[in-house]
């Protein structure tokens, strides 16, 4: 049978596409309907023939304590990290790009900011226990220059984990924002600058009224993304505090994990997975919108 | 009469049908092995005793090594999927789990069809009278002291008694050297601290967690004396910092850069501990026992377990692959490698060429009675998670006793118990 040549023409391009559809079709459009499918089941896997709950399940997630405590921290963690990974960035990719240090100096500094980005996070996290621990070098620090009297648990700390994990996260993030501003920064035209020196300009204003507008796009699209990866960030937590003490630093990646490994409860590990994807999703509509934006301007 | 061109398409069709038919009959076997064995061995080790295995039987073993808890997720994650390898290695405390999940094979079927002898295995685990699990060398969990921290507070005799370990306890403890008397690691990520290094307290007292198979918590009077004695550890910080983010490995680096008197931890560590503080003077003793108490120890045990895959297609051969395991001289071979004790009790491994530290292990190995009480239950890990959370809770000083502790946890235990 032939198709009509209208329809032919309009099928062409999936043609073309095919191969990239059906490796998004099994890596990604299967796996996340079927975690969207568990998440209104009882218990899947373990229960061979699951029957459907609705509802039930986001009834339990959303009123358990522990999903709250996960999520208002999950909230700090990933509000703080944004807005530090922002500000060093600009700050280093500022100072990388500033006229006033020489080429040497600079390329060293490049290595040294950069370094963080090329650990993996396993080794991040080993490196900062060893730090953090209390006869670590951090507490070792303090306590000879007289900050500390005796030494402190920093990611053993109900009161700290939570604020030390966000460190380290903030320390392991920030070189992504600074090598894509450093390059933005290059391609912002000199002739700005220049033009605005000679209306009067200072620093200041040059910063907030050139700089910050011309890396808008850059500055939205790393924001966007580093939302969405921070969300989901847990290697560093679970192999720093593992979540703990007492849930001080647990987010709603280790709470996902400790439910589908630990507890064996698929079902409400699906359905926290679900609510964590409905935020990224909103994210990235956001992202696209953006972007779209972007390129019709 | 066949055109040329006909002629030729059932010409190949007939090679490909053959070649295939040919490649499926002489297609070798493989079984999958996922363990954590292999980094905890000495190089080379399982690869030699599994390419003896392919020798006597033509059938190959693929090993898939990871550590412990990778392991244990990487396996949770087959279960899930049915994609689990053929045969994998299965720690007690997961059975239960994976069993009711249908993901592991019933043993005991296997062993009936094959006519196998069960008689001479140490420890089978079991769920509703089948066998899933059957411990293939068993690791004991005596007590490490370091004697240099004992002799420089001027501590001759080992403490035998909980009124004689405080004592030694508060001696030892220098915060100023950075030296405590005992590391407690109770990190939530790996919470089996309450299993291995506070349970065996209890254990060692002849006092038990379960009755019946049932949670045994309130009014459990050596569990609340345990509970006591371990705040009265921390109260009077004798016990190492960074308890809430410790896990075993952090604890046994501690005890090798001596800054524990005094440890709880598996033989499977005391390579380790002779490598890393070669020069270091460690005696292995026994538990202390509660006061009063003089009859027979239990000794906490863990061990590397073996289980077959439902989904595996080759479940005799991963019998015969087990069989195998469990023959008395390989499975000596393992025990002697891995510093454990054999689960097959017909074993006669020979320790002569081991540590004396060992041999002192062996010898309270035999004075005392293996005991793990979180093996074949439900969801033990969060049932440590729990106890672990909320002693946590108590030593914060969020509960007011030690017993309304344990009856919020034996709450939240029945609840898994009921699930």
Redesign the interface.
Known sequence: MKLPLNLKKKMEPFFYLSPALIVMIILIAVPITMVILFSFFDNV??N?NPTFVGLANYYDVLTDPIFFTALKNTTFFVGISVLAHLILGIMFALLLNSKYIGKKTKALFRIIFILPWLFTEAIIAILW?LLL???GIVNYLLQIFNFLG??I?W????DL?LVSVTIINIWSGYPFYMISLLAGLQGIPQELYEASSIDGANAMNQFFYITIPQLKPILLSLITLDLVWTIQQFTLI??????????ASETLSTYIY?Q?????Q?SKAATTSVIVLLICIVLAIFYAKQQKGEGLK | MLGKRRFLVLLLMSIVIFGISVISLSEEITLEFQQWWEPELPEGVLREICDEFTAKTGINVELISNPYADTKVQIAAGAATGMMPDVVGLDGSWVYDFAKQGAIANLSELMVSSGYDDSQLSLQVQVEGNTYMIAVVNFAYPMYVNKDILKNAGIVEFPTTWSEFKSVAQKVTDPTSNIYAYALPLSSALPNGIQNQFMSWLWASGGKMLEDGKPNLIGNEKLIQGIELMKWLFEEELVTPGTYTMREPDMVEEFVNGRVAFMISSLAHLTLIKEGAPNMDVAITSIPKMDGYTGKSGICVANWGIGIASNSKHKEEAWRFIEYLMSPEVNAKLAVYANGFPGNTASEPDYSKKDKLFVDAYEIYQESYAINEFIGLPRSEDLMRIFLENFVLYLEGEFDSAETMLEEIQKEWLRIFGD
């Open positions: 896997i373990i061979k226990r621990n209390p006869n005796t030494s648990d990611l053993g700390s109900i984990a679970w192999m720093t505090t593992g979540g703990g003490p007492l849930h400790k589908a490994f630990s507890s064996f698929y």
